[in-house]
């Protein structure tokens, strides 16, 4: 039985050429054949999207890649094992405005979504150890509207989340950056958890 879920089991590849069109409208099925051709002949995976722009397949192994879908949006993919044996994979959606705010996902292989994951960016702010708590809670105080990027990583099922702030001024940028502390979290076969 086991030998029949790992032979059911697909790599990043075949879900990447399964993902529906509705995912991503401007870029269909023979556009994503074309890059993972590209990728195998080993020159740079660009192609023309519907949009007129270029989307590039920037890296693809066995359970990740990541693609440039257009100047403004990154997508990410990486493969997750589960304790029951079923594979499920996290999707990231980075849009890149100000700066970039992500949408995490996780998919069973089929692309049924099984939940989309929510991270309270006040909850990832740090107090530094040498920061005084009033000094924390002024600063606290300019974060009115604190955003999260989502990274996964190439080589793990890690989840790298990095909190900024929109809507200040360069000064007040300098001063809450000791806050924003990128928190790793690792997937353990159920959930990414604190690493």
């Known amino acids: ?19 529906p069109d509705s995912l991503i409208s401007y870029l269909d099925k023979s556009k994503r054949i074309e890059m993972v051709d590209y990728i195998d002949m080993k020159v740079k995976a ?33 493969i997750l ?13 980075t849009l890149r405005g100000p700066l970039p705010e992500s949408e995490v996902t996780l998919y069973r292989q089929d692309w049924q979504k099984k939940n989309t994951l929510s991270f309270n ?33 190439i080589d793990s099922p890690t989840l790298t989340l990095q909190v900024a702030a929109l809507n200040l001024s360069k000064e007040e940028t300098e001063r809450v950056r000791p806050l924003f502390i990128p928190r790793s979290l690792i997937w353990n076969g159920k959930e990414f958890v604190e690493d």
């Open 81 to 93: 094992p589960t304790e029951n044996g079923d594979t499920l994979f996290c999707l990231v959606k």
């Open 1 to 19: 039985m086991l030998i029949t879920m790992i032979s059911q089991a697909k790599n990043i590849r075949e879900i990447w050429l399964s993902m």
């Open 46 to 78: 660009d192609v023309k999207n519907a949009l007129e722009g270029t989307s590039v397949m920037d890296t693809l192994t066995n359970d990740y890649l990541q693609v440039t879908l257009n100047e403004a949006c990154t997508l990410q993919m990486r």
């Open 121 to 153: 960016a006040q909850e990832l702010i740090t107090k530094p150890d040498t920061m005084s708590a009033s000094s924390f809670t002024e600063l606290k105080k300019l974060l009115d509207i604190p955003i999260v990027e989502a990274r996964l990583s």
